[in-house]
């Protein structure tokens, strides 16, 4: 069964910096987009990242310039390196796999990121 799981979340204080990180048994991670959501209490789940699976990455224009993305296929793995971190950024960071050939997306359960002094 498909699974996916985030980790890295924690408490940080304003412009400190947490890699998170979401590790997907899915067969066909390598071929597919990766993409990283957050959901800030009583706020929709909003889109933070992409990183598509010939490598494009793109970011909300909230995080450009403080948080990156990348990918470990051969680990079926993605991070996300967020820096200069804000009290707005935090929320619960969701990973998603998604596998555009059959239009199915992985969710894992969330990592929460408290940005606070």
Not at 88 to 114: E, K, P
């Amino acid at each position: 069964q498909a699974q996916v799981v985030e980790s890295g979340g924690g408490l940080v204080q304003p412009g400190g910096s947490l890699r998170l990180s979401c590790v997907a048994s899915v067969s066909t991670f390598s071929i597919n987009d990766v993409f990283w959501y957050r959901q800030a209490p009583g706020r929709q789940r909003e889109f933070v990242a992409l990183m598509s699976s010939d490598g494009i990455a793109r970011f909300a224009d909230s995080v450009l310039g403080r948080f990156t993305i990348s990918r470990d296929n051969a680990k079926n793995t993605a991070f996300l390196q967020m820096d200069s971190l804000k009290p707005d950024d935090t929320a619960v960071y969701y990973c998603q796999s998604y596998d555009r050939a059959d239009r199915r997306a992985y969710w894992g359960q969330g990592t929460r990121v408290t940005v606070s002094s």
